[in-house]
């Protein structure tokens, strides 16, 4: 399953399939990008980075992809769990700068 | 080695009282972020903080939200004269170095409600 940037905020997939989220980001200049998961009732969690000198890196069981032409980023997730469920957050930092900015979000749900 | 911890994780208050939240930042951490997030909404950043000064306050309302972070103890987020439109969850997070690509740790959040 896959979403669409901004527009779709949710995506629903069937546990063992592969989901992608993306994210248009706004800054040119960030320098530095985040996927963070927030479960119900909890804080933001990391999950994976990217820097802006990489378009792909790959944790467990997810891989990050940056496309800084078109300032775009995805976070795909292997074999969806329904412990995956949750929303998902792609942050941008400025080089030097503190401050995170964050997307809107996109609720992931994953069907047994 | 524990994570950020911020309390109360659920707070009550009626228009015009004061409150005050918490944030204790990981160990080894000096350097502290507030976000506020709204219901369905993604967390917008409001201030930073380094022990005894304020980095960057650009996101924070300017009237009735202040914040510190004292030598010793915990920062805190003051909000007075509360009104509904600040009931949201606040965030806070910590990370050890201020570079781009220092990863900030979030806490479990405070939910304020005011009635």
């Known amino acids: 399953g896959e979403s669409v940037g901004l527009h779709l905020p949710t995506l629903s997939v069937q546990e063992g399939d592969n989901s992608i989220i993306n994210c248009a980001y706004s800054n040119s200049a960030s320098d530095y990008f985040i996927w963070y998961k927030q479960e119900s009732g909890k804080g933001p969690q990391f999950i994976i980075d990217?820097?802006?000198?990489?378009d792909k890196r790959q944790g467990q069981r997810v891989t990050v992809l940056l496309n800084k032409t078109v300032k775009h980023l995805s976070l795909q997730i292997a074999a969806t769990q329904p412990g995956d469920s949750a929303v998902y957050f792609c942050?941008?930092?400025?080089?030097?700068?503190?401050?995170?900015?964050f997307g809107e979000g996109t609720q992931l749900t994953v069907n047994p | 080695n524990a994570g950020v911890m911020q309390n109360p994780r659920h707070l009550v208050r009626r228009r015009g009282q004061e409150a005050r939240l918490r944030c204790s930042p990981m160990k080894g951490h000096s350097h502290v972020y507030w976000y506020r997030q709204l219901p369905e909404e993604g967390l917008k950043f409001m201030v930073y903080?380094?022990?005894?000064?304020?980095?960057?306050e650009s996101g924070m309302p300017k009237e009735r939200f202040s914040a510190e972070f004292p030598k010793e103890g915990p920062s805190i987020l003051r909000i007075q004269q509360v009104v509904r439109g600040d009931s949201a969850a606040y965030f806070c997070?910590?990370?050890?170095?201020?570079?781009?690509?220092?990863?900030?740790?979030f806490g479990p959040g405070t939910r304020l409600t005011v009635l």
């Open positions: 997070a910590s990370s050890p170095i201020s570079r781009a690509t220092d990863t900030q740790y």
């Open positions: 942050a941008e930092n400025i080089l030097r700068g503190s401050r995170l900015t």
């Open positions: 903080l380094q022990k005894e000064n304020i980095i960057d």
């Open positions: 990217i820097r802006s000198n990489m």
